[in-house]
DNA sequence: AAAAGAGTCCATCATTTGTTGGAAATTTAT
DNA sequence: ATAAATTTCCAACAAATGATGGACTCTTTT
């Protein structure tokens, strides 16, 4: 039997990767609870016992989901940080916001996955939040609203935060949104970084000329 | 049997009433299929048959729960229309802020409830948005974005999103955001407010002098 | 006081759900 | 080719869950 402690990345054409998979786009659709193992086992197309087999219970498979994508969100904001480094306030933030919008608009269970990790509690208990604290700070620190990843003022911390939330929002709730604007898929993506940079980038280039 | 269809609002010392409250409580911190029927009852403090007897299904007391909140929203909104009517639209924007955020963070759940139905599908069909849609267009016509309801712009109502969802976001959030941010209740609510103001209302006034 | 009605609870049912043991099938090693 | 290990599926179980019928209690009406 395979370790369920596995940190490496799977392969996406193994079965273990396949499972993971899935279980990323029905947990991120439906949410913990509203996901049985019936539902994950028929999406891949196996049979029940064979998810046990690799991933053991459901929490642990949660588990594995969100520390998988935690290591992918790692992973992109440290590319951003690199593509950005040495660049102008508002220019870091128009690539931030640009590299983020485009990436989760690709994997928008991603997007819905942290979302319902900051916002919902589950009595069955997988208390696994993505890591953000981490990237916030550094965020900050980036866009010179810090000097130290160790000491961010909250006033620093909420203003990306809300930089995040936004991004985070659009991406997840695109179905929902796309409708009421009344526009189609690629519409969308374009109002959507124009709306984001409009608001969020004014506000930051101010406080930097300051 | 009392109606399940019942559309006045319910004296919150009424059984149906104390159920409706408690339903709303816990579909917004679990979600949907995070809440049981029993956990309903014993939240009440009641058999379960007590809470079939006043509301029927799951689904119809969720939907319960949703057109409430919806109606809720509604009344808010009005009253913000009303607060701000004529106003510069930098104090508008400031006072709806203001006074949305009071409100949310003393209802979280609600903030929680829109969040679930704009983000989450279910299996179990409670496709109950709360239409939101109308009250945007308003917004956007009020802050000078669109002359007339029924033709506004993807770009404004776009922008009047941004705006909702971030209020929406710190208050569902508070308690995974709180902590990241090192603070306390008083100092979170104000920090929250003071952020927002900054980040939301210069890009506006901006667009209002141009 | 008796009857009618409304509200609550107990016991129970049928399904769904998480989970497992063990047999069959498939792959890998010898 | 044969044995060993790995992977998959079938069948089943116990617990949890949504839902209901009927008895009991309390209030209102006549």
């Given at each position: 039997m395979p370790s369920r402690l596995e940190k490496a990345r799977q392969a996406p054409d193994s079965m273990k990767g396949r499972i993971l998979e899935a279980a990323r786009r029905l947990f991120g659709e439906y949410g913990f609870s509203g996901v049985t193992t019936r539902m994950?086992?028929?999406?891949?197309?196996?049979?029940i016992s064979t998810l046990y087999y690799h991933w053991g219970e459901k929490q642990d498979l949660y588990?594995?989901?969100?520390?998988?994508?935690?290591?992918?969100?790692?992973g992109k904001l440290?590319?951003?940080?690199?593509?950005?480094?040495?660049?102008?306030?508002?220019?870091?933030?128009?690539?931030?916001i640009?590299?983020?919008?485009d990436w989760l608009f690709e994997h928008p269970e991603a997007a819905k996955l942290m979302l319902s990790s900051y916002m919902g509690?589950?009595?069955?208990?997988?208390?696994?939040?993505?890591?953000?604290?981490e990237h916030i700070a550094n965020i900050a620190v980036a866009m010179g609203l810090a000097l130290d990843t160790a000491h961010v003022p909250a006033r620093a911390n909420a203003r990306v935060l809300t930089v995040w939330n936004s991004v985070i929002n659009f991406t997840a709730g695109e179905d929902f949104f796309r409708p009421l604007l009344g526009v189609n898929r690629n519409e969308y993506r374009s109002v959507v970084k124009e709306t984001l940079k409009f608001i969020l980038i004014p506000a930051f280039a101010r406080s930097s000329a300051a």
């Open positions: 994950l086992a028929k999406e891949v197309g196996i049979d588990e594995a989901v969100m520390a998988d994508l935690s290591c992918e969100i790692r440290r590319e951003i940080e690199r593509m950005v480094r040495g660049a102008a306030l508002s220019h870091r933030l128009e690539v931030a640009e590299v983020m919008c509690k589950s009595r069955s208990a997988p208390d696994t939040h993505v890591p953000i604290k």
